[in-house]
């Protein structure tokens, strides 16, 4: 069974930046697709990028282009997302999923972790 553990969140001040990282485990040949995603208190969850394991192919939410970088170091079958210039509204809950590249839907979610950007 696959899992993708989070970690890397914290509190941190406005304008600091944070890595997280997403590390799977247990059968991850059927997680060719990791994908970071955000949920702010009351709103729904937002996509954020994603990245093929194999390829290295990225996509970008337009709303963290030039901030948010996704990369993967798949010797440790790790996604990381590198965050900075941190602003309040990315204040969230962020979590990792995962999925085959022929598939749509994320199949598999870790538990997430928390960021909160303090003013």
């Known amino acids: 069974q696959v899992q993708l553990v989070e970690s890397g969140g914290g509190l941190v001040q406005v304008g600091d930046s944070l890595r997280l990282a997403c590390a799977a485990s247990g059968g991850t040949d059927s997680v060719n697709v990791v994908a970071w995603f955000c949920q702010a208190p009351g709103k729904e969850r937002q996509f954020i990028a994603r990245i093929t394991r194999t390829t290295g192919y990225i996509f970008y939410a337009d709303f963290v282009r030039g901030r948010f970088t996704i990369s993967r170091d798949n010797t440790k079958n790790t996604v990381y997302l590198q965050m900075n210039s941190l602003k309040p509204e990315d204040t969230a809950v962020y979590y990792c999923?995962?999925?085959?590249?022929?598939?749509?839907?994320?199949?598999?979610w870790g538990q997430g972790t928390q960021v909160t950007v303090s003013s």
């Open positions: 999923a995962g999925r085959d590249e022929r598939k749509n839907e994320y199949k598999y």
